[in-house]
């Protein structure tokens, strides 16, 4: 942890103080501007947080630090504790908040009234108002791809699904997984087991091994450590990374990760925030707005490459369409049309399992 909100006090406090023993010696003017990051998980995850936080380095190095100066808490939990640490970084000077979690959204909400000169930017989040932003990447397009690729790679025709948290975010990965496999491979199934968290390698590692158990033999995860790749290869399965490239770690299991890339969002609305541009609004970027990029196509044969290749191509020209009906629940309830784009406030509101899927929602 770069700073704890142990910190906070004593910096808020040896700036006070320096004001008083200093007096008009300290040019506030030329004070880089403060940015500040807060994390539900470690910066070692190898997975979400760590993709936020590199792109924390980048924005960072892009602006300069004497220009920009940034402070991040990981590991923080969502609920009132999120609340304490975003209040910590507005009362500590920070102009701007980015705030990484779903869970995050109404702690952003409650401390960005109390704030109205700080600029907030929540992801994944649905609620916006004058100075708090929303922003999010289109995850299931990626996860349609690792759909095609079990489609073509599964000897059982069985996939297993890590669950973290049963949120529109994690269902529709689900859904968008089995559209992708069913698009080369009627009859394909995946199974899901729950986690009820965002990074708890214990519990990714039991659930891969359960998984498996169960003759699942293609790994999917919505979860944020490397656990479920590397014990796919060490029972000699494979699997996809999450948020990050995560190959170094599993270099004979990942077929392919779908990455995060947050840079270039980073370093806009730092600059917007900076300059005096910055304002509200609402992003969904991804493969064809560079959001999100796919790990090399490795450890597969040629036509489960080929074939994901297409598919990417595909989304990025609009040619392919992830959720195009007919799709049906588990129940066999339509619910897409034959023909029918799904708009994207159904996507994002998505609270049903694709036909298909082995597993229920947790209430």
Not at 5 to 27: E, S
Not at 101 to 115: C, E, Q, R, Y
Not at 252 to 272: C, E, F, H, M
């Amino acid at each position: 942890m770069l700073k704890s909100r142990r910190t906070f006090t004593k910096l808020v406090g040896g700036t006070v103080a320096a004001a008083a023993i200093g007096g008009p010696r300290i040019l506030r003017a030329a004070d880089p501007f403060k940015a500040g990051f807060i994390y539900v998980g470690p910066v070692a995850d190898f997975g979400w947080t760590h993709q936020h936080d590199t792109a924390r380095k980048a924005m960072e190095e892009a602006i300069g630090t004497d220009k920009v100066k940034t402070t991040y808490v990981e590991s923080v939990k969502e609920g009132p504790d999120a609340e304490r640490v975003i209040r910590e970084l507005a009362t500590s000077g920070h102009g701007i908040i980015f705030t990484t979690s779903f869970g995050f959204m109404n702690p952003t909400l409650k401390v960005a009234k109390d704030f109205p000169a700080v600029k907030f930017e929540h992801a994944t989040g649905y609620k916006r108002t004058e100075n708090v932003a929303t922003y999010n990447i289109r995850f299931y397009e990626g996860r349609y791809i690792q759909g095609v690729i079990a489609g073509k790679m599964s000897n059982s025709g069985v996939v297993g699904y890590i669950g973290s948290v049963p949120i529109p975010e994690v269902v529709m990965g689900m859904n968008a997984v089995m559209q992708g496999m069913r698009s080369v491979r009627q009859g394909g199934k995946i199974k899901i087991v729950w986690i009820n968290g965002w990074y708890d390698p214990g519990k990714e590692s039991d659930a891969t091994k359960a998984l498996i158990d169960q003759g699942c033999d293609i790994i999917c995860q919505h979860t944020d450590s490397g656990s479920p790749l590397q014990v796919a290869q060490e029972r000699g399965m494979h699997g996809f990374g999450q948020a990050s490239d995560m190959i170094s770690i599993a270099p004979k299991a990942q077929l392919t990760s779908s990455i995060d890339n947050w840079g270039p969002y980073y370093i806009d609305r730092v600059k917007a925030a900076m300059d005096g541009s910055w304002k509200s609004q609402d992003v969904w970027g991804g493969l064809k707005a560079d959001m999100l990029k796919m790990a090399p196509y490795t450890n597969m044969p040629d036509d489960a490459k080929t074939a994901a290749q297409v598919a990417e191509i595909g989304i990025k020209s609009g040619e392919v369409i992830v959720f195009k009906g007919p799709i049906k629940d588990q129940n066999g309830n339509l619910q897409v049309k034959d023909g029918e784009m799904l708009s994207d406030d159904k996507i994002a509101g998505m609270n049903w399992l694709a036909e298909g899927i082995e597993g229920k929602l947790p209430s």
